[in-house]
Each structure stands twice: as C-alpha cells, then as structure tokens.
C-alpha cells in the first residue's frame, strides 16, 4: 500500500484499524499542554483503565478476609499467579506449565542462571551482545565472578562491526562454532534496547545447543512485541517485565520461562524458596527442598497479588486482541511511522539527516524504532518533548520511538511526524 503523509490517510488507517477500540481502554497522559504522543511503551506502558478496579479487588479482600484472603478471595491469593499463567504463556509462545510470573526481571535472570549457567571444567564462557542492557551487563559479569572466573576472558561479547550499528547476526553463530566445547551458555537480549534489533532466536538456539551449551533470553523488550515460540525454537530459559509493553505498572512483576524438557529436574541446582516448593506438602514445613514441576519451582516467596493484579488488567486485554493481530499492527503501523520519519527527513535534508538505524526488514525487528538525528541529535529530542513527543534518548545519540498496538494510533505516527517538522524547524 503506497502510504501518504497526510491526516487524512492516518485517519483513514485507523478507521480499518480492527484493534482500534483498544486505545480507548487505557489512560492516555494528560499533563502536557499539547495532545500528548506516547512512543515510549518499550519503557513503560501505559495503564489500562481497568487496572485500579482489579488492584481494588484485592486491596477490598485485604480489608474484608486479612490474611484469610490467602484462601477466601474471589481470586484466593495462594494461587493468584496461576490466574496468570495460560495468558502469559500464549504472549510467549509457551506452554503453561513452562511459565510462572514472580518477582522482578534481574532476579528472574539470576534465578535461572544459577540453575543453567554451570561452568566446569574447560566449559565456562558465555557468550551475550555488546551493547546489552546494563542490568544483564551487570548480571552476567556478577555470575561469572560468582564462580570465581574471569570477565575478561570468559564473558565473550559480541559487537557491531566497525562502523555498524546492528550486530551481525553471523558473527554471533560463528563465534558459538569458534568457541564451541568451552561455551557453557548464550544469554542475549531478544530485542537489543539500543537498537531494536530482533535476533533469530531460533536460529541462536540451535547454534547453542549443536555445541552443547544452554541459551536464555532475556525478554523486556520482545515480550508483548514480537510473537514469540519459546517452545518450539527450544529455548532453554527466558526472563521478561511486566511493565513495557505488557502495561503492568512501574517495576511490575516479571515472568520466566523454563522448557518443558527441565520441567521435572530437581538435580538442576537452584537457590530454592518455599513458594517453589511442591504446593501439594508445602505447608507441612519440612526440610529437603522439593521442587514443583516446571517453571513454578523456580518461585521463592509467595505472589506479589497487588503487582499481580495490574498484571492480570493488561493480560487480559492481550488474550482478548491476540498476539496475532497485535503482531500484524505492529508491523503495519511502524513501517507507517518509518514512512513519516523518512518523508520529514526528507523535507529538512537541508536542516539534518534522520537515520533509523533498526533495521528495515520486518522479520529483523518489532514495534521500535531507533533515530540518529544527525546535525542536531540531542537537542532535536529535547525540542520533540516540548512539542509533546514522550520518547526516550539514550546515550550518545539515539532517539528511541515504540508504537504500541493496542493504544497508539496511525494518527499518532502523523502527529508525530508534525511535531517532528516542528521541532526541527
């Protein structure tokens, strides 16, 4: 479809738009002077509408039962994370009895990496993305010193080339053949935060796997973005938030996935809590810890039922849409909003350049959308914000950008692109 930068094509997008009902469900933020664009949903979502109803459910049981609520709750807090799991195991491509949501993303990552990052013997590298995170960055550096390593020569990290933004994706599979039979794990972000670049996790799994290594995922900025297959490309263990674009509050719960084929290991070591003890004998408080099957043996403490509560609000709204049609917006509106930025880039050549740096094939990437705003960099994000642009800049020069299906709109993509020409003007 030739797209046209005009309000009236956007508006007309959104009118076939079948999820556009959806924007309507959430609280859109109202403290600026102009109509706010918010483009930064691979931060921190925005609150469905329905979430303090569902908090106030809770925070009524609290009142009315104490802690009789663990049981006597219209939703009995002793299983609130089950009312959670077939919903998030759909967004991940998971089956239930892989996925569990508790505590919060890094203590997810180190949960499970204590159980799949076991060095030994000449087989103790791991392998990430230069550029990750700072939060695994940080993790996967503590690990290895946990087991008395070196960073400098166990952690392998893999960057762009010189003058490249986008990691290849390669060099990532050549270096796990390289490294081969002392490679003890491949952890890597899914959707890399910097760029918005989306690694075949399929294809990085198998690598991993043929030279006998494990390989994780950590998921903040896939999960609710990209349709997933966590089961079917063998994925040994994930970790995702709650809070991007799974729209359940600031810092919000985390989920994790465990595959099906370690499901029912209690030799894989752990450091165990009692929430992740069999359910069934749990209360009889005796010691030997006695993992529950699947990812709920990974549980230290009981549910989070406030945090969970603004989780189930948003998940509830993704079952009701469908990652498939969510999955087919996304790709649709974000090649809409490239076509603006490129349009205003073009127009303002003389001005300044706007190079997207996410790549441009739709298999390569999600919803985001990274700038390097050449000739005027921060400055120009600075402007967008006063115009009304929620985004997010990220040392040195980038402008992040995320357009998330079920609230933001194809009139969005347009505002934003006037706002884009004004700023820079």
């Not at 994370?81 to 239930?96: C, N, W």
Request: hydrophobic share 40%; with cysteine.
């Amino acid at each position: 479809m030739p797209y046209q930068n005009t309000l009236d094509f956007s508006k007309g997008m959104d009118e076939k738009d079948p999820l556009k009902s959806f924007r309507d469900k959430f609280h859109s933020p109202s403290f600026h002077d102009n109509e706010v664009v918010y483009f930064t949903g691979n931060s921190l979502g925005l609150q469905p509408k329905t979430t303090g109803a569902y908090i106030q459910k809770e925070l009524d049981a609290w009142a009315k039962y104490g802690v009789e609520g663990h049981f006597l709750a219209e939703k009995p807090w002793f299983s609130y994370h089950e009312f959670l799991t077939e919903k998030a195991a759909k967004i991940v491509g998971a089956k239930p009895e892989e996925v569990v949501v508790t505590h919060s993303l890094t203590t997810n990552l180190h949960l499970l990496m204590v159980s799949f990052y076991r060095p030994e013997g000449k087989r103790t590298k791991i392998i990430c993305e230069a550029k990750a995170f700072p939060s695994d960055a940080y993790a996967l550096e503590s690990q290895v010193k946990f087991h008395g390593l070196n960073t400098e020569t166990d952690l392998i990290e893999i960057a762009p080339r010189e003058g490249e933004y986008l990691i290849n994706e390669e060099d990532i599979l050549n270096k796990i053949a390289e490294v081969g039979d002392e490679l003890a794990m491949v952890m890597i972000g899914g959707v890399n935060y910097y760029t918005g670049q989306l690694f075949d996790m399929n294809k990085i799994t198998e690598a991993g796997h043929a030279v006998g290594a494990t390989v994780g995922f950590d998921l903040a900025h896939a999960a609710g973005n990209i349709n997933l297959k966590l089961n079917d490309w063998g994925v040994d263990f994930a970790a995702w938030c709650g809070y991007k674009y799974l729209n359940s509050s600031p810092g919000g719960v985390s989920g994790m996935f465990v595959h099906e084929r370690h499901a029912n290991s209690p030799q894989l070591p752990r450091f165990a809590g009692w929430w992740g003890y069999d359910k069934e004998t749990r209360f009889q408080m005796e010691p030997g810890f006695k993992p529950m099957y699947g990812a709920e043996g990974w549980q230290l403490s009981n549910a989070p039922v406030l945090g969970m509560a603004a989780h189930l609000a948003s998940l509830d709204l993704f079952d009701e849409a469908g990652m498939d049609r969510i999955g087919a917006k996304r790709d649709s509106m974000t090649a809409y909003l490239e076509f603006v930025i490129e349009d205003i880039s073009e127009k303002n050549k003389d001005r300044c350049t706007l190079e997207i740096i996410t790549p441009k094939q739709v298999a390569k990437r999600g919803a985001q959308l990274s700038i390097v705003a050449h000739g005027q960099g921060k400055a120009l994000f600075d402007e967008l914000t006063l115009q009304g642009v929620i985004a997010d800049w990220r040392e040195p020069n980038v402008i992040r950008i995320a357009p998330a299906p079920l609230y933001n709109s194809y009139e969005d993509c347009y505002r934003f692109g006037q706002y884009l020409q004004n700023a820079i003007q």
